[in-house]
């Protein structure tokens, strides 16, 4: 985020069913979007019993990306259980919790219909222009099934012709998936949508897929996307998806990150304006580098998650804060922003960090935690701090920090790499807090406690120290926190400089 079946289903046949006729426990979705113009999702839902007496449905109530109870259970409406026959009885557990009387039948179907009138990337819209839907915000599990696969077919507003997503297609319209968290993971955009031309980095084709985008230079865009993926590649040597899709959903803020996608708020209109040029360039290689930091390289709370109670992490300011950090770095190295525009960034972090009082009162690791109650920014600047502001920040030190006591032969980038190779590739699971510092420590060959202070405590941070590590000079004394490179540096801070920037 940044400032966002057959198998059981006998009494059905449609074409892809025989695809998963070996899978027994597959649920099936049909989606109706139909009637767009009531803003009325209808969906249908079938699954095996299992011989169960009854069974617990439950909606999610928060997708992964937008840390926040988001309450989507309450846009369920008309809900109705029954098997090829009969209605079925069952009652609410509490808000997202539904349970299902199903003894003595072998399937359940149900229905019920979705609201779906809140224009927001964490929320789901659907009118006669287009529908975007959030999947957590759409689709039922069955309780502790999460692991079930699923078949989606989407029948389509009769004047749509496009389905943009990230799920694998495998007939028109009809869609696999190996489990309810890809499907979650996975938005949906349809309506009469334009695609741009798609691009390859590495034999991967990456697609942008938009709705009401205006009038802008789609050649000079699409080659600067295709630049802002190939730098991200160069950092973390390999691609692991087999697409991706950037999906563009309208007029709006924010965007949400996913396996192979991303949900981004996008007209094209901001490229018009050379300073909101850079700046959405910026959002989505933010959006985008979210696939490797925090889809795949992540704190271990961040998955299995929870979706009842939300998945709380200390380490956010690594999977928020670090991303920031990311996307000036990708933009420079890219040749899209200029040195003074990357010092700018840090500085604009800086300033917003420093100029209120909740610096001396949350840390880090605290508005990570805490970012369930606080809001995604904090709520009070008195007494809270955003990790997106202080995170990419102390990123930077961290990198100056490796840089200098590996005489420039470390990063953070490969700090990148080792996390997502160890833990992503390796061991498929998340990295603890003390994994994460003794990486850091490890590809430094030194000690990083005192930056380590910076995330657990409010200890003031010595700019000068670790800016000066990377050639930089930051005027902390006038408190107008400029930098600009040292001027007569030394051969290492000179090249510590140099490779930062990515200039030859
Ligand atoms: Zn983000």
Known sequence: MRKYILSICLFLLLSSHAVFAQQKDTVRFDLSL??????????????????SDSMIFKMPQWTPGYYQIMNYANNVINFHAGDSKDSLAWRKANINTWIVQTKNTKNVILNYDVVADSVFVANSFMDTSHAYLTPAATFLYIDKKI??????????YKYWHRIATGLDSVAP?????????????????????????????????????????????RVSFINDLKKIVETSVNIMKDIPYKHYAFLGIGPGNGGIEHLTSSANSFTGEELNNERTRKGTLSFLAHEYFHNYNVKRIRPVELGPFDYDNGSK???????????????????????????TDLYNNIRGNILAYEKHEGKDHQSLAQASAETWSDGPFGNDPNKTISY?????????MLDFAIRHYTNN????????????????????????????????????????????????????????????????????????????????????QEAILKSWLGNK
């Open 313 to 339: 992490t200390n380490q956010l300011w690594i999977s928020e804060g670090w991303t920031v950090y990311y996307e000036y770095l990708i933009l420079k190295r890219a040749g899209i922003i200029s040195d």
């Open 173 to 217: 319209a009809t869609f696999t998936v190996p489990d309810f968290d890809m499907l979650f993971d996975c938005p949906i955009l349809a309506g009469n949508l334009e695609e741009l031309p798609s691009f390859s980095v590495n034999g991967i084709l990456h697609r942008f897929i938009g709705y009401k985008m205006n009038n802008f230079d």
């Open 409 to 492: 032969k470390q990063s953070l980038d490969d700090v990148m790499r080792k996390l997502y190779n160890e833990f992503y590739k390796e061991k498929n699971r998340g990295f603890t807090e003390e994994e994460l510092k003794k990486v850091c420590e490890e590809t430094a060959g030194n000690k990083l406690d005192e930056l380590f202070d910076y995330v657990y405590t409010t200890r003031p941070l010595n700019y000068s120290k670790y800016f000066n590590y990377g050639g930089l000079d930051i005027n902390t004394t006038d408190k107008s926190f400029s930098i600009q490179p040292t001027k007569n540096p030394g051969a290492l």
């Open 388 to 396: 997106y502001d202080k995170g990419p920040v102390v990123a930077l």
């Open 34 to 51: 139909a009637d767009a113009a009531t803003h009325i999702v209808h969906v249908t839902m079938y699954c095996s019993t299992n011989g």
């Open 147 to 156: 692991q079930t696969p699923v078949v989606l077919s989407i029948e389509q």
